[in-house]
């Protein structure tokens, strides 16, 4: 992999064996290849069900890459995700490639605050730099003070998703993954988000990106990978 890499995806396809349907095979995709170098922003573009969720889902390593290669640069050393053992996955997660989900999964009970600090915390942050991130990114985001100690399963889905946004960027990754980060958010807030992107790409981060506003995506994309364009052809 080449030095201005931070990641290959080389040669990538994905099936889905459906038992409910007598061992069905789905295929969704194959020869999906890309390089990304650290100030990147890639959307993944085409139609619903295309896989670009499917996609991400593999980058991060949680769905099986059955074929290819996902070769990531994790310190001084390239991993290839597809055969990375779970313990180095979770290593990989702590420390090199974050990942913003549709919605906000967290333990009951724990406080706002504290969801948002986790990461940068495992990072090896101190407790205190850690806070103050985190209170910039909920003040950011317009999460009132009020609602901080308390756990985020209560609010909307727009108070989640911002809450979710604000735990993914409380760590600074080299590679973030973001799966409709504005889906639920108002034009204000929208444009926080295009905002703490942008920041993040200047600062060096390569993302990859499922952006269904194409204002939000014009904004803060360089590259569009269509999925399309590997879709397995029905026989």
Not at 17 to 22: E, F, N, P, R, V
Not at 50 to 78: Q, W
Not at 91 to 107: A, C, E, K, N, P
Request: some cysteine; hydrophobic content about 45%; glycine content about 8%.
């Amino acid at each position: 992999m080449e030095n201005d890499v931070i990641l290959e995806v080389n040669g990538v396809g994905k099936n889905f064996t459906l038992h409910a349907q007598g061992g069905a095979r789905l295929d969704v995709f194959q020869d999906v290849a890309f390089t990304l170098a650290p100030g990147d922003c890639l959307a993944l573009a085409g139609p619903s069900g295309i896989g670009k969720s499917t996609l991400m889902r593999m980058i991060y390593g949680n769905f099986r890459c059955p074929l290819g290669e996902i070769n990531l640069r994790h310190g001084d050393a390239v991993i290839d995700i597809a055969r990375a053992h779970p313990h180095r996955i979770l290593d990989i997660r702590r420390h090199t490639m974050g990942y913003v989900s549709q919605f906000l999964r967290v333990i009951p009970r724990v406080a706002t605050l504290d969801v948002v600090m986790e990461p940068a915390l495992a990072q090896g942050i101190p407790a205190g730099e850690a806070r103050a991130r985190a209170e910039v990114l909920l003040k950011q985001l317009r999460i009132p003070e009020s609602l901080w100690p308390l756990s985020p399963v209560t609010f909307s889905g727009g108070e989640q998703q911002r809450v979710n946004l604000a735990r993914g960027f409380a760590a600074r990754y080299p590679l973030m993954l973001l799966d409709e980060p504005t889906a639920s958010l108002d034009a204000e807030n929208r444009e926080t988000v295009v905002d703490m992107i942008r920041s993040a790409r200047d600062q060096g981060t390569a993302i990859i990106g499922i952006f269904h506003d194409a204002q939000t995506r014009a904004k803060i994309v360089n590259r569009a990978l269509d999925m399309s364009a590997f879709a397995v052809k029905a026989a």
